[in-house]
């Protein structure tokens, strides 16, 4: 095993009923007092802040947002961009994953297995705010394929990972 897969598997295996019960209510709603936390969980405030503290340290918490309604700040389109390359190379993925971490229209970043390489959610407020992105892209290294899709309904879009209950040992 990695050491990465250790920590992970550490780090999960340290998380009781009560740790997940107050990651379930964090990812609902993070501006509730400790207190209130508290008392859904079922503990007092001083035990609860103790907990989020350590489940902070840990990295399990890695940050507190707001959420923002990307169509009221006039972001009306996602697009969902997948990217082909022809260079595999270390120096080309460092180049690349910099150019693209730098986009802020960039939402999210994955490299893939299967029939793209990588795979982009992109948000824009409209088709030219689109080809000024695209024109962007395919500038920052040499690409393969770009291919674009267009949500047309946002159906489902959620935050709040389903925790895992607790595994007994």
């Keep these: 095993m990695t050491d990465v897969t250790v920590q992970i598997t550490e780090t999960s295996r340290r998380l009781d009923a009560i740790d997940r019960k107050i990651l379930m209510v964090l990812q609902e709603d993070a501006s509730l007092s400790v207190a209130e936390i508290g008392d859904r969980v079922g503990l007092s405030s001083t035990p609860c802040w103790k907990r989020i503290q350590r489940l902070e340290a840990d990295g399990v918490i890695i940050k507190r947002v707001a959420l923002v309604d990307q169509n009221k700040i006039g972001l ?94």
């Excluded at 009306?76 to 260079?87: L, R, W, Y």
């Excluded at 892209?137 to 267009?150: D, E, G, H, W, Y």
């Design 76 to 169: 009306g389109i996602s697009v969902f961009v997948s990217v082909e390359s022809s260079d595999h190379s270390d120096a080309w993925l460092k180049k690349f994953a910099e150019a693209v971490s730098a986009m802020p229209e960039v939402m999210e970043f994955y490299r893939m297995a299967g029939d793209v390489d990588y795979m982009l959610r992109v948000v824009v407020a409209d088709m030219q705010a689109y080809d000024v992105f695209y024109k962007k892209l395919i500038s920052a290294v040499p690409l393969k394929n770009v291919t674009s899709r267009f949500a047309m309904e946002k159906i489902k879009s959620v935050t709040t990972l389903p925790i895992p209950a607790v595994v007994a040992a």
